[in-house]
């Protein structure tokens, strides 16, 4: 019975409640509502309605567009104020003039417009409307503050302002805009600004843009506008949200977000006008402090002078990066620019060319030595005369000479030496163009770790900027100590000292990388992603062999094939077989060699050409010589004692031969040492690539929970340093290690002589086909 009256009594109490509950009905108001903004729409009720909870049963009507038209806004708010709403909710600049215009309101009404607080001067004293159901929600919004920090970053000369076509009738703009440039040395255009967003066709004279409107423009006008701002090369500078930067807009004075402060204050002054408060003592200002936020790929992109002296003050963002450099570098653009333009490389071709001549120089004496000569004689008479015409007083004679060695073994063996020293250069090319290679590819994966490092301390750089606001907001309400925010003041300087530092590492391995390829020292280039599997990579399997190194049944059997293949491709093994050929003919001169004789042939052909003078004419009974003669000859020779030289230079070549021998085991040696060493660093890559994910991911989780825990005053300040600290360290470790990884792959690709990238795919296969016929053939 009395579980009965329990049960009774509660449905009763329900019924009850439900009936006192009333119901309040919200009109709303809009200049224009775009299907994009639908979903704020619904955010906006979902927040109204939690707000206000219990308190009262929401009915919501849709929204009532003006289109910008101010006649019809007026005409809209009497036809909503007429209709059964209890409460109206007003949002656009239209609407925000047309009911300031009103002057007298029948229903309660709230008002957020996007009317700049230039044009509401409002006492310093001043915090409510103080006019009877009305209520304003007026943002720090300013034309005059945001040109003034953007002159502070780019001091233009004339700033084209960019406005919705209706605002200048709506307010005075212009009038506000001339008193502002009035004791300015810079100059101003007003531009209206077209729905499709390009402006192409107005931006002649002016060297920067202010974006005053366009917070209703399509994302593919939107594009397009920053599409054409940044390929002239103008600085620009948004008046509406930090969204627009990220978006391709080089900088904004808006924080990160304000919506969310917006609709909790419209929620709130709804829930106090249900609760019977008069619009006219709702506080109007929405405070929000104003940040500088500059698009970092939009600055390279137009090339803005960006200065170390403004990541204090600004907040450096990634955005859309829209901007693809003219020398954006991937790996394979760096070996094959090293291989083609490297001058280390070329001079190294040069030797090769220098040793073709040698061998030249070598067979050269084999060919025939053919030579002429003239002589003029001038003979003393008294022996002319009595010479009977042999020797005439003057007489000119030319001969001819031929010289042509049929065999030698010093020549032969010279021949052979000088070929194999021209293959041992080729193979000493060969091994200084695979170190190329490895340098180029060390270069670049040192530019990418270098590059990324400088993004995380430019993310860790606004974790602090975050930190100092927390502690700045814990110092004003009482729960932390000035010590805090001096603290974290203290860390964004040696912060920014840090991303400085940062940025310069990376243009000095900017000025490597262009070395290495001979382009000009100061040329800008930037180098493309590299990731494992994908881009660039996935199409030389290094995917496949990834999954063998990380399998540690294979991997002894792989190490076992890469020294295998090591061994012969490594040039400089094949360098020391040519020079150990080398030695040997030598030492084979000096040895059987020397008993082999050497066989030449020689010939010449005398020509009197003329005689004159006394002693021309031969006695009588004495016979003339003839004017020209030849002679023929065989000479062989044969060294029997060279001081000993022979035997000399035979005990060197022999010395030389083990030097060889000794250096081919010790590069041996080392082949093995390297690949068994590397293939290590390779399996404690994959480790960290996997364990530094797991970490960074916990590091950020912890920093959040951290940061939220130290808002509410229960952390104290080191431990949210020590969580800043350990999601900075670990970023950078998951960041790099997938760099790490590639880089040892490189450094294992040069130990055994042999480039996927620089390979067809083909002879990839084949490559691999072979080490898992290998590794096969072991189990």
Not at 187 to 203: A, R
Not at 319 to 342: C, H, K, Q, T, W
Not at 632 to 656: E, M, Y
């Amino acid at each position: 019975m009395k579980r009965r009256l329990l049960v009774m009594f509660l449905t009763i109490s329900f019924i009850s409640f439900s009936q006192s509950k009333k119901t309040v009905t919200i009109g709303i108001l809009a200049d224009e509502t775009p299907v994009e903004n639908e979903p704020l729409l619904e955010k906006l009720q979902n927040e109204i309605s939690a707000v206000v909870g219990q308190d009262a049963n929401l009915v919501f009507k849709d929204p009532i567009e003006n289109g910008f038209d101010l006649d019809i806004a007026k005409a809209n708010y009497l036809a909503l104020e007429a209709s059964e709403v209890d409460i109206i909710l007003a949002f656009g600049v239209i609407n925000n003039i047309a009911l300031y215009q009103q002057k007298t309101y029948a229903k309660p009404v709230v008002v957020f417009g996007s009317v700049n607080s230039d044009f509401i001067p409002l006492p310093e004293d001043q915090k409510t409307s103080g006019v009877n159901n009305i209520a304003y929600i007026i943002a720090p919004l300013s034309y005059s503050k945001d040109l003034d920090a953007f002159n502070s970053i780019y001091e233009y000369t004339k700033v084209g302002i960019f406005v919705d076509g209706y605002l200048p009738e709506a307010l005075p703009i212009k009038e506000l805009f001339d008193t502002y440039f009035a004791d300015k040395e810079s100059t101003y255009e007003l531009i209206s600004l077209p729905k499709n967003g390009d402006i192409s066709n107005v931006i002649e004279d002016i060297d920067a843009v202010y974006l005053a409107g366009g917070f209703d423009l399509s994302d593919t006008a939107f594009k397009t506008l920053v599409s054409t701002i940044n390929d002239n090369q103008l600085p620009s500078f948004s008046a509406n949200r930090k969204q627009d930067v990220e978006k391709g807009i080089l900088a904004t004075n808006q924080p990160e977000s304000n919506i969310d402060q917006l609709f909790r204050r419209i929620a709130l002054d709804v829930e106090s006008i249900i609760n019977g408060t008069n619009p006219s003592e709702l506080p109007m200002l929405l405070e929000y402090k104003n940040r500088l936020s500059l698009n970092f790929n939009t600055a390279k992109e137009i090339k803005f002078p960006l200065r170390y002296s403004m990541l204090g003050t600004v907040d450096i963002v990634g955005g859309e990066n829209n901007f693809i450099p003219e020398n954006a570098y991937s790996l394979l653009d760096i070996m094959d620019g090293v291989i083609g333009r490297n001058l280390g490389l070329e001079a190294e071709r040069k030797n090769i060319d220098l040793s073709t001549q040698d061998v030249k120089t070598a067979k050269s004496n084999f060919l025939p030595d053919v030579s002429a000569s003239a002589t003029g004689v001038y003979l003393d008479p008294k022996v002319a005369e009595i010479a009977n015409g042999a020797n005439p007083e003057f007489s000119t004679s030319g001969a001819v000479g031929l010289q042509q060695l049929i065999y030698s073994e010093g020549a032969a063996a010279g021949i052979t030496i000088q070929e194999n020293l021209q293959k041992a250069q080729q193979e000493t090319y060969n091994a200084a163009e695979l170190d190329a290679v490895l340098n180029g590819s060390v270069a670049y994966f040192n530019a990418l770790i270098l590059k990324t490092n400088a993004q995380i301390q430019a993310q860790n750089l606004e974790v602090t900027k975050k930190n100092l606001e927390i502690s700045q907001q814990n110092f004003e309400a009482g729960a932390s100590g000035k010590s805090d925010v001096l603290r974290f003041r203290s860390q964004m300087a040696q912060n920014m000292q840090t991303l400085i530092e940062a940025a310069n590492q990376l243009d000095q391995a900017y000025y490597t990388i262009n070395q290495l390829m001979n382009n000009p020292i100061s040329m800008e280039i930037d180098v493309e992603e590299a990731v494992i599997a994908e881009g660039l990579f996935s199409n030389y399997n290094y995917q496949d062999f990834y999954n063998i190194l990380d399998n540690p049944k294979l991997r002894p059997n792989l190490i076992d094939f890469l020294i295998e293949e090591a061994k012969t491709n490594a040039p400089e093994l094949r360098n020391i077989g040519y020079n150990l050929a080398a030695t040997q003919r030598s030492y084979r001169l000096n040895a059987a060699g020397r008993f082999v004789p050497t066989v030449a042939l020689q010939g010449q052909y005398d020509l009197e050409l003329s005689r004159s003078g006394v002693g021309t004419e031969a006695a009588a009974g004495f016979p003339l010589a003839p004017d020209g003669a030849y002679n023929f000859g065989l000479n062989i020779s044969l060294p029997i004692f060279n001081q000993n030289l022979r035997n000399i230079n035979r005990q060197t070549a022999k010395i030389q031969e083990d030097q060889l021998n000794v250096q081919k085991s010790n590069i041996d040696l080392n082949i093995e040492t390297n690949i068994n060493s590397l293939v290590l660093d390779l399996t404690n890559e994959i480790a960290n690539i996997q364990i530094s994910k797991i970490a960074e991911e916990a590091a950020r989780e912890s920093l959040d929970l951290t940061q939220n825990a130290y808002s509410q005053g229960a952390v104290p300040l080191i431990q949210l340093i020590d969580a800043q600290t350990n999601y900075l360290q670990s970023q950078i470790a998951s960041a790099n290690a997938n760099y790490n990884y590639l880089l040892a792959s490189m450094q294992l690709e040069r130990a055994i002589g042999y480039f996927f990238l620089l390979n067809s795919e083909d002879k990839n296969q084949d490559f691999l086909q072979r080490a898992r016929t290998f590794i096969l053939s072991k189990n």
